[in-house]
């Protein structure tokens, strides 16, 4: 079992269905060691695409929100799964509807940063097959759980 207290029931439910246990989260850990060197590339090539694609008002400012992005995805990967990383991520999910971003974009976006470090992992794990498999659902996992905090508090904003 693992060694993570959830106060809140919800997120421990979230861990229970996405099956996220001691080896999802070691191999998310291991996946970070790799990804983190790669993802000022890949936070550049997602506002390059938001910009692109006609999401550059909604960026108040592009250098502030790739730190943020960073930092988001540092925390995720850091495995601490604290009240605190559970509310940074319910505010960065109110702050999407706050400017206006659809729910579909903002899986959008996860899908296209999730993907980014994908490629990477496949790039760059080639020794261990078996390894780069386990990562990669280990990345899939706990970005679905991050999306999935991150909507359920903008359709709460939704709903207040």
Same mark, same amino acid.
């Given at each position: ?11 421990? @439910?979230?861990? *229970? ?16 060691l ?14 390059h695409?938001?910009?692109?694609l ?9 250098h ?13 990967? *850091?495995?601490s799964? *604290? ?6 991520? @319910? @505010? ?5 509807r ?22 990477? %992992? ?8 078996? @390894?780069?498999?386990r ?15 991150a909507?359920s *508090?903008?359709?709460?904003? %939704?709903?207040d």
């Amino acid at each position: 079992m693992m060694n993570i207290h959830f106060t809140n029931p919800d997120i421990a @439910r979230r861990f *229970s269905y996405l099956e996220i246990d001691e080896s999802v989260i070691e191999d998310a850990k291991y996946g970070w060691l790799i990804i983190r060197n790669e993802l000022n590339a890949i936070l550049e090539k997602f506002l390059h695409k938001m910009d692109v694609l006609g999401f550059a008002d909604q960026i108040a400012d592009a250098h502030e929100l790739k730190l943020k992005l960073y930092r988001h995805w540092a925390n995720l990967f *850091s495995c601490s799964f *604290s009240n605190d990383y559970i509310e940074q991520v @319910r @505010r960065s999910g109110i702050a999407h509807r706050e400017v206006g971003l659809e729910p579909a974009h903002l899986t959008i976006g996860y899908a296209f940063i999730i993907d980014e470090m994908i490629k990477v %992992l496949e790039k760059k794990i080639t020794d261990d097959p078996a @390894r780069r498999v386990r990562t990669i659902r280990a990345i899939n996992k706990l970005g679905a759980l991050d999306a999935g905090i991150a909507l359920s *508090s903008y359709n709460a904003v %939704l709903l207040d």
